[in-house]
């Protein structure tokens, strides 16, 4: 009996050891793959906080600074503008023979290599009107630079060195797949700090800043100062997506988190016309767009919410001769989904003269589509405009004074049209004033009815009920718009 008890005794101290010996060394086991997950986790970040460290260190060799100097013509008066009766006359007349000397201007900007035989891009802003340009390498080498093509337009300009060896070159990426919140990081030259890096996210996309009818502007918080322009705008793989443009400067002129770069692939679709030195050569439809309101969604009973208006097609240019007619609701210009009057432009202006496109509009509630050869935009507007005429005859009750337009008319004022009525006079507090129509506008339409008279045109807007808006067809120079006019303002 006592035996077996002993037995038992000893059978349970085993299980004890043997439970300690399994915990401690289950115990071990995940001490250990919590070191290994620890030591992953730390590296991981690690790498993560090296991303940005590595771009920089790669990419600063192939970012440069650009020195520019101008200057500008002199002025024919002394400062202070007095003439010969300023006190200060004496004195300029003696040493600068009555003219202001001119003081050099001098700038800085960046730019960052794209080949190499030694092409840098840059902005156009930074390069234009200069007589010397300097460009200074990371590693403190300057050379002399010329400009070879710019384009104001979108604020891009190509310069050239003449280096003595191979230049490290960047690698562009896709701009068009950026999405708003990803990392990006810029360098460039900020208040003369060279190559200098910030960081941040691309904050939005598509921004019109009212800096030219092709902005598309990609905005960031990545720190951009006066000095930065031109600098180039890297994505997480170290490609360049952007040229640093433009800021939102704060009281100071400084950096307030809101910078804009120009995309890459703009820059890309024009750099061969840039090398070429002949011009940008871009595609042109021959309309003139307006923004689709909700007055005008209305008047011209439209469903859709999204396009650019025609609000005149310009006579035998492309979009003409393929059937585009005014009133027409461009929804889409090849394969390009037009979201607002903003974008068509640049979606034009990225075919080439020549190009053939299928365009879809929306014409009295049904979608068609048309074949479009486009034009040349340079060749298209090489005439000039003619001055708006004034005359004065006959009333309505929209608060102006419209008048028959007649051959001899046409003859003295240069027109090149005979359809509509001249607005002679608009009285100030009118309705037709506050719809913003001017004297020496044409109205060629009234609700979609063409007029030809200043009677014909009084008797349609007479019979429109007192309280409806009345959609006109105002021209005004070499284009016409949609107006539309509140008779009870």
Known sequence: MSRNITLKKYKFVIAIALAVFAGYFFSDIGREEKGKASAQ??????????????????????????????????????????????????????????????????????????????????????????????????????YKAKVIGTDPETDIGLIKIEPKEDLPVVEFGDSDGLEAGEWVLAIGNPFGLTHTVTVGVVSALNRDIGAGKYDNYIQTDASINPGNSGGPLYNIDGKVVGIN????????????????????????????????????????????????????????????????????VTKNGPAEKAGLQRGDLITKFGDSEIADYHMLPRVVASHKPGAKVDVTVIRNGKEQKFKVKLGDLKAAFEAKGREAPQEEEQSSNLGLLVRTLTPDMQRRYGLKTDAGVLVAEVQPSGAASKAGIQPGDIIEEVNRKPVKTAEEFNSV?????????????????????????????
Do not use: C
Not at 115 to 136: F, R
Not at 294 to 299: F, I, Q, V, Y
């Open 41 to 142: 986790t730390a590296t991981q970040i690690n790498s993560e906080k090296n991303i940005f460290v590595g771009i920089a260190k790669r990419e600063k060799l192939k970012v440069v600074n650009i020195y520019t100097t101008s200057t500008p013509k002199q002025s024919q008066v002394p400062h202070g503008g007095g003439g010969p009766g300023d006190p200060n006359w004496e004195f300029f007349e003696r040493f600068f023979g009555g003219q202001m000397p001119s003081v050099p201007r001098r700038s800085l900007g960046s730019g960052f290599i794209i080949d190499k035989e030694g092409y840098i891009l840059t902005n156009n802003h930074v390069v234009e009107k200069a007589d010397d340009i300097s460009v200074k390498m990371f590693d403190g080498k300057e």
């Open 461 to 489: 807007v007479s019979r429109i009920e007192k309280d409806e808006p009345i959609l006109l067809v105002v021209r005004r120079g070499e284009s016409s718009n949609f107006v539309i006019v509140y008779p009870n303002q």
């Open 245 to 312: 443009g433009a800021i939102l400067p704060g009281g100071g002129g400084g950096n307030i988190g809101i910078g804009f770069a120009i995309p890459i692939n703009m820059a890309k679709l024009i750099l061969n016309d840039l090398k070429s030195a002949k011009g940008v050569s871009r595609g042109w439809l021959g309309v003139v767009i307006q923004k689709l309101t909700p007055e005008l969604k209305a008047a011209l009973k439209l469903k859709v919410e999204h396009g650019a208006l025609v609000g005149d």
